[in-house]
């Protein structure tokens, strides 16, 4: 049976302090590093045949690390990049309810709706994603492969996955890897497994 799994960027600075960050190149700090050591070996059962990422650094040097400790290719493709943030970024939440109280508030309450001053669209973000992720479903093949991803694109990827709307995005953040078994046609069958992992502790 083919396995996707959803695996978030591990830590940097940035998302240790709370702030926003989609195109700003940022290194995993040794935090970041422990993360995606211990969900390297806690997925390393699954024997991976690729795991794809965005182009930010975030994604790509904790798929590098993914890769090499399963053995997997690494593969770039930028329909998987995180959503631009334009304005927002690097800001934490407290900042940018403090200088852009109106979307602010449009962004807790239907942030589908969104679009972050100069960035991208939530909708338009979540179409591009849903896209390639139902590709690299049906082209999985019976075999395992890992998605890595910001925040925002990895709980856009289970709305899509999970057959929900862009209205329950906010909930579906998670920081650790969720495994979703596929149907032959690339449908997720069930809930994901949550993969555990107890030797790093999470900002």
């Not at 650094?57 to 890769?67: I, K, N, R, S």
């Not at 508030?105 to 942030?111: A, G, L, S, V």
């Amino acid at each position: 049976m083919s396995k996707l799994v959803l695996i978030p960027w591990a830590q940097t600075d940035w998302s240790a302090q709370g702030r926003m960050a989609s195109q700003t190149a940022l290194s995993l700090n040794e935090e970041g590093q422990r993360q995606a050591e211990a969900w390297a070996e806690a997925l390393a059962g699954l024997k991976f045949k690729t795991i794809f990422c965005g182009e930010e650094q975030t994604a790509q040097e904790t798929a590098g690390v993914m890769a090499y400790r399963s053995g997997a290719r690494q593969r770039v493709v930028e329909d998987l990049d995180e959503i631009d943030l334009g304005l927002w970024e690097g800001l934490t939440k407290a900042e940018l309810q403090r200088r852009y109280p109106k979307i602010f508030k449009t962004w807790q309450e239907d942030p589908a709706s969104v679009r972050p001053p100069e960035g991208e669209g939530v909708a338009e973000g979540a179409a591009r994603i849903r896209k390639r992720v139902e590709r690299i479903a049906a082209e999985a093949d019976g075999k395992t492969v890992g998605l890595v991803l910001g925040p925002i694109a990895f709980a856009l990827a289970r709305c899509a996955l999970e057959s929900v709307g862009l209205d329950q995005m906010k909930a579906l953040m998670d920081d650790l890897p969720l495994c979703y078994e596929l149907t032959d046609g690339g449908q997720a069958e069930r809930e994901p497994e949550r993969i555990q992992v107890t030797s790093v502790s999470h900002a």
